[in-house]
Nanobody
Framework: QVQLVESGGGLVQAGGSLRLSCAAS????????MGWYRQGPGKQRELVAA???????NYADSVKGRFTISRDNAKRTVYLQMNSLNPDDTAVYYC????WGIGSGFMDYWGKGTVVTVSS
């Protein structure tokens, strides 16, 4: 049914940039909030950034000014532009979206994650 697939992770040097993408597929009647979470080694999963259906965004303090979240509603895709990366940004990045699919109201869906590794 509904799936979220992330892409764009990889290995980058400190100070570099990456752009993550997450596309929703399946029978979808509507998408509400979309966001990115991450889980670093030995850490709990945390919110990185989220964006509402009308484009309002919020960010974790640790990424403000460095990361930008955006979405393309026609493509059912959310993006995370990550600049000035540092080793503390190393984590598995997960996409989450609140989606109205078949047989249910709005529900949370998660992607499987994409790995971002920042070397010093």
């Amino acid at each position: 049914q509904v799936q979220l697939v992330e892409s764009g992770g990889g290995l980058v040097q400190a100070g570099g940039s990456l752009r993550l993408s997450c596309a929703a597929s399946g029978v979808i009647f509507g998408i509400n909030d979309m966001g990115w979470y991450r889980q670093g080694p030995g850490k709990q999963r945390e919110l990185v950034a989220a964006i509402s259906s009308d484009g309002g965004a919020n960010y974790a303090d640790s990424v403000k000014g460095r990361f930008t979240i955006s979405r393309d509603n026609a493509k059912r895709t959310v993006y995370l532009q990550m600049n000035s990366l540092n080793p503390d940004d190393t984590a598995v990045y997960y996409c989450k979206a609140v989606i109205w699919g078949i047989g249910s109201g709005f529900m949370d869906y998660w992607g499987k994650g994409t790995v971002v590794t920042v070397s010093s």
